[in-house]
């Protein structure tokens, strides 16, 4: 079994971490963000997203290599994720695109996930199979992190989606309910003129 030093736990501990970033952007009707990651050979990384609100809650998504070749693409999407391991080094860019709708703006919360991969010497590269015990526990262990972490997004997001309907719904109800009020009021007023016209212009007779 290979020896592990308690300096070298924290490295493999920072190796093993993916690198989370998690965003909330607005995309603007007929536009759309783009953003990048400069990554090596054999690295990998992980987009995920969810729209939180705006139009049909649908995106249009893609990540491409540094060529331009296209590594995926999601088309009119309300949650999606990508995972890719990269095979040239370079820029890897990934967009949201709203230029499907010409009205509405989209709200976009999304989070990247990277994992260090080194090969020198005292360091371990995480692919391999080879690998000691707590070492891949430590890995196990930043998965179930980053789990953990992708489902409280996805949960906020749909909190705040269902918020936003609740209120919209109370809304359209209370006004609903003020324009009944109004129309029976206005046609209890009518009734009552009337009633009282007839009888003026029967007694005038």
Known sequence: ????????????????????????????????????????????????YQVGGGGHLD???????????????????????????????GRHEYCFSNQMSAIADKLVSFNVHGVLYVGEEGTLILSTDTVAPIE????????????VKDEQEYIVVRERRHRNTAESTNARVK???????????????WQVYYLKSFFETKRAF
């Not at 990540?63 to 890719?84: E, F, H, M, R, Y």
């Open 175 to 189: 006004w609903w309910s003020v324009f009944q009020a109004v129309v029976l009021f206005s046609v209890a007023a």
């Open 1 to 48: 079994m290979a020896r592990i030093y308690p300096s070298t736990l924290c490295l493999l501990l920072l190796a093993a971490l993916p690198l989370i970033c998690a965003h909330v952007i607005e995309v603007g009707a007929s536009k759309k963000e783009c953003f990048f990651e400069d990554l090596h050979v054999n690295d990998k990384m992980t987009v995920t």
């Open 136 to 147: 891949r526990e430590i890995r196990d262990l930043a998965n179930g992190l980053k789990s």
């Open 59 to 89: 995106i249009d998504f893609w990540l491409t290599d540094p060529t331009g070749n296209a590594l995926a693409k999601q088309i009119k999407q309300s949650t999606g994720s990508a995972s890719i391991t990269a095979k040239r080094d």
